[in-house]
């Protein structure tokens, strides 16, 4: 609730501000704050908006993170047709970016949407990638999120429970590791 308020508060300024980076700023990180809610329904407009005013002044990091947010909220409202598209070319273009930190965690929300399509196979494929990249990189912020995905991913395929257990054990191990409660 906390972060959902200083998001809005960080959307207010920049409205105030009249400043679309700042502004588009912070329209990201509120649908991302949304994002990791699990709330698809207030996370979609709010990235439509960021869409939107990256789209007019040519913000390409904040463009390409607005359709990463919208392509999960799109896959959790039941538009995997739609959403599935949007996360994979926005991992491209945050690639493009440079921006390492948002394109682990895109990467993440595609290997989600991956699981929602049945897509569990590219999902695998996706998840280990990630995590062999993610230890020299500044996402390792969701690298807990990314071994507990992958033990669902494992789980969902009928892989090993033995593996399965393994990579939940890895993700709180992390999470301990980096102080998460």
């Known amino acids: ?9 960080a959307v207010d300024l920049g409205e105030r501000l009249r400043h679309p980076h700042s502004l588009c700023n912070a329209l990201a990180f509120q649908a991302g704050a949304h994002v990791l809610c699990g709330d698809p329904e207030a996370a979609y ?3 439509e908006r960021t869409v939107a005013l990256a789209s007019e002044h040519a913000f ?8 990463m947010l919208r392509g999960w909220a799109s896959c959790n409202l039941g538009n995997v047709e739609e959403g599935l598209p949007e996360l994979r070319r926005s991992v491209k273009a945050l690639e493009a970016t440079g921006a390492l930190i948002w394109v682990q965690f895109a990467r993440y929300l595609l290997t989600q949407a991956f699981a929602k399509a049945g897509q ?5 494929k ?17 690298e807990a999120e990314l071994h ?14 033995a593996a399965a ?3 939940y054990e890895r993700a709180m191990a ?8």
Do not use: I, N
Not at 126 to 142: A, N, P
Not at 149 to 157: A, F, S
Not at 174 to 181: D, I, K, P, T
């Open 1 to 9: 609730d906390r972060g959902l308020a200083f998001a809005q508060a």
């Open 45 to 47: 407009p709010v990235a």
């Open 60 to 67: 390409p990091l904040w463009l390409a993170g607005g359709r």
């Open 120 to 124: 569990l196979t590219d999902g695998m």
């Open 126 to 142: 996706l998840v280990d990638q990630t995590l062999l990249t993610v230890s020299g990189t500044s996402g390792r912020w969701y």
């Open 148 to 161: 507990r995905l992958k033990g669902d991913l494992l789980v969902g395929t009928g892989g090993s429970e």
């Open 165 to 167: 257990e393994a990579c």
């Open 174 to 181: 992390v999470a301990v590791r980096q102080g998460a409660l």
